[in-house]
């Protein structure tokens, strides 16, 4: 059976890639990822969503604070860390 092949170009179209990927060799790689990436999103689940007011009082003041300090505020107003172009992640 043929793997899918997709082709990658250079932006100025200099070099051709193929690539050649089987999904039974892809999972071991991404499997730690979709994990980390499960947890993290029940921890900011459980801290955006708390039904306890003591917490959801701390949440809110570390929240507004770092809105309002002058390095942090700015680039939380951005949405944070964003991706290149290139990939690479932008802090």
């Known amino acids: 059976m043929a793997l899918p092949q997709r082709e990658l170009r250079h932006p100025r179209g200099q070099r051709r890639l193929v690539l050649r990927v089987d999904g039974a060799d892809h ?3 991404r499997a730690p ?9 029940l921890l900011l689940g459980a801290v955006l969503e708390t039904s306890s007011r003591p917490a959801a009082a701390v949440r809110d003041g570390l929240l507004r604070s770092a809105f309002l300090a002058p390095a942090l505020g700015p680039w939380l107003g951005r949405g944070g860390p964003r991706s290149s172009r290139s990939g690479v992640l932008e802090l």
């Open 27 to 29: 999972q071991p790689l």
């Open 33 to 41: 990822h979709v994990a980390a990436m499960t947890r993290l999103s």
